[in-house]
C-alpha cells in the first residue's frame, strides 16, 4: 500500500492499489506494475491456482504486451495442477462414498472432467463403474 494525502479525510491515508482487481490477470499485472518480475515470481510461489487460471490470465498479460509476466504465469501454469484434478481430489476427500458417487456424477455430467481425469486420479474401479452407469442412465432420462 502507498501513502496519499486524501483532502477529504483531512490528512494521510492508506489507499490499496488492489482494491480494483477483479480477476486474475489484473491482480497479476498490478504486481508485475508494483514489484517487477521478482514481485510476480513470489507472489506465484504464494498462491493456489489451477493450469486453467494461470493460463487465462498469462493470455491476458501477453495480448497486453507484458510478453516476460506472461511467461512467467505460463511457466507455473505448467506446474499447477488442473482444475479438474483439483476437484477430483476434493471429492476423493469425502469420507462418505455416497457423496463422493454423486460428486463425480454430476461433474461428469457436465463436463467438468473426462474419464481419463478420473483414471488419472485413481478412481477405485468399483467406484468409476458406479459413475459411469449413473451417468448413463441420466443421460438416458
Known amino acids: 500500500m502507498k501513502a496519499q494525502l486524501s483532502p477529504k479525510a483531512g490528512g494521510l491515508t492508506m489507499t490499496n492499489p488492489f482494491e480494483n482487481c477483479e480477476t486474475i490477470d489484473e491482480t497479476m499485472f498490478m504486481v508485475l506494475d508494483l514489484a517487477g518480475p ?23 498479460l501477453k495480448a497486453a504486451g507484458l510478453v516476460d509476466g506472461a511467461q512467467l504465469l505460463r511457466d ?5 495442477p488442473t482444475r479438474a484434478a483439483r476437484e477430483i481430489s476434493r471429492i476423493m ?3 462418505l462414498p455416497a457423496n463422493r458417487k454423486c460428486y463425480f456424477r454430476e461433474g461428469w455430467g457436465r ?3 473426462s474419464v481419463d481425469d478420473l483414471i488419472v486420479a485413481g478412481v477405485d474401479p468399483q467406484e468409476f463403474e458406479s459413475i459411469t452407469k449413473a451417468v448413463s442412465k441420466a443421460r438416458q432420462r
Do not use: I, M, T
Open 111 to 113: 463436463g467438468y472432467f
Open 93 to 95: 476427500a469425502d469420507p
Open 38 to 60: 521478482e514481485g510476480l515470481k513470489e507472489l506465484l510461489a504464494e498462491v493456489d491456482l489451477d493450469r486453467e487460471d494461470l493460463s487465462q490470465a498469462s493470455d491476458k
Open 76 to 80: 507455473a501454469a505448467k506446474e499447477a
